[in-house]
């Protein structure tokens, strides 16, 4: 089993080969790829040394699999070069994730969908990933009419430049940007960059994406997503329409039985999900479950989960296990 992890220096990437050695994946033999700067530098990955190469070798080198996190502009290039050369890859940017002809995947949701001859499969957004684990079985249950998330959403989210711009203003330091405006002490209502309708494109992937993970059209989702001074993960306030009604305790155990899903919500003892425990794991956590009492069938969550493993790293992974196990690669 042949791996390429394309972009295997950056955040995302680093956390990647992590993930396949903590899951022991089936690797033989790990390509790591990144831009021409990093080529020829050395990664250890289980004990032996793997040199990065460049793309165009990573190609010829024909992995079964090439787990990408190397922004959209280079998935759209050589994403269709790997899946010709028969590698099949799995996507980390937003590139391919709403074509049509393209799966969107959250293995406990819809891997079931997957098959051979999907050549190029899109990883969602962070945001969704952690938002729809949480609602999909619910969806089953009651049916979503109408979504309203606000994201508190980790900078780990826009990358080491954002780490870096932190840190610099912790201590007071100048140093270079990854935001228009200082981080520390501060919230962001900007994810991403502006649309036409006003909203951002991080705002509108929760839109778009959930819908298509899953298979309805019908759902009313309205986003407000927000970068907070954080590096443990993203949080997000869910309210949920529902067509029907709920009890809280099925609600509870629908929730409990949910792989890959964590209930911390007792506040009596003040339990509930914060990313300074998500930070590392690769559970999603719910808590402060409640009904809205405001209107009928409507639930408010609170939805955390580190965004560089379930929401990026963890799911690219599973998605592979789901390949592999399948016969599917």
Known sequence: MKVAVVGATGMVGEVMLQVLSERNFPVTELI?????????????????KYAVVNLETAVKMQPNIALFSAGGETSLEWAPKFAQAGTTVIDNSSAWRMNPDNKLVVPEINANQLSKTDKIIANPNCSTIQMVLALAPLHKKYKIKRIIVSTYQSITGTGVKA???????????????????????????????????GYTKEEMKLVRETK????????????????????????????????????????????????????QDNTDTFTYPMPLYAKGKDDVFVGRIRRDESQPNTLNMWIVADNLRKGAATNTVQIAEYLVKNNLV
């Open 32 to 48: 790591p790829v990144a831009s021409e700067k990093s080529v020829g530098k050395e990664i250890e990955f289980q004990g032996k």
């Open 163 to 197: 780490v870096q711009q932190l840190e610099n203003e912790y201590v007071g330091n100048k140093g270079e940007m990854a935001y228009k405006y200082q981080i520390h002490q501060n919230a962001i209502p900007q994810c991403d960059v502006f649309e036409d309708n």
């Open 212 to 263: 298509k993970i899953l298979s309805d059209n019908t759902i009313a989702v309205s986003a407000t997503a927000v970068r907070v001074p954080i590096v443990g993960g993203h949080s997000e306030a869910v309210n949920v329409e529902f067509e029907h009604d709920f009890d809280l305790s099925e609600v509870r155990k629908i929730l409990h039985e949910t792989q890959g899903v964590t209930i």
